[in-house]
């Protein structure tokens, strides 16, 4: 489903000192991805940069998923490379693309629905903490105060002890949000944060991301413009498996291409 572009307002877009010169931290080239003879990703390039948070868009069938899915090592590219931190990741599994700083969230809300909202932080924590401190804070059950941010940026801290599969469908994403920026990433991959969302919890998971980008690079693929246009300094189009369109935001609203085949059909919505 397309969303609509006006759920909700931010008042001006994120402030940036973007350093568009550096070398890109990913560097996706030529990426295709055939199903049998159903080619899902075509030629697909783009540069993620230090400190940025791009976006990638497009209508339904797009090939945003698939983009991200072999990215973060779920499907296996037909053709194309993948460069990360300077490293050919190409094909590479998800475990070992964990290990070298990418984190993933999904468009399925992805936690352990029989454990608390503080053990599902904990199993985070655990991820991201060097054996030491992970131990220390095992024995005293604590959430590091970087975690405990995170909670109450999505206001879940009074829910702490209760089980994750008792929240609602839109308290879960954000208990997934907080939990994969808990493992504090290099590269955080993020599939539609603020889709399920109430309007009222939009806004503080835009300004999380908007928090995360300062020290993690950022692949968001989202279909709330409004939330594209807060967050990105870079947008890249697909349509059909292809890039129509890349550059800022204004740049792609811009292009008629991308008003025909994307932005026409949310303004209609
Ligand atoms: N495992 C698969 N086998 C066959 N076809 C697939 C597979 N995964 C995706 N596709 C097809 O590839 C195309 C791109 O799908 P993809 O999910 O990447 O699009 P998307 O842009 O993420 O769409 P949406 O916005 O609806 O999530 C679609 O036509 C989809 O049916």
Redo the contacts with the bound molecule.
Sequence with gaps: ?VARASLQAFEHPRAVSAPLLTDPVLKVRALTVQ??D?V??NEVSLDLRDGCIHAVI????????????AISGF?KPTRGQIELFGRDVTAWPANRLARLGLARSF?ICAIFPELSVEENMLVAQAHASPPLRLLRRRLSGDLAPHNETLLARVGLTSDRRRQARELSYGRRRLLEIATTLALKPRLLLLD?PTSGLGREDIGPVVEMIADAAQDCCVLL?E?NLKVVERLADHVTV?AN?AVLSDGSYQDVARDHRVRAAYLGAAADA
């Design positions: 489903m199903f049998k159903f899902a990703l497009g209508p339904n069938g797009a090939g945003k998923s698939t983009l991200f899915n499907v468009q539609e693929v279909h697909l498996g």
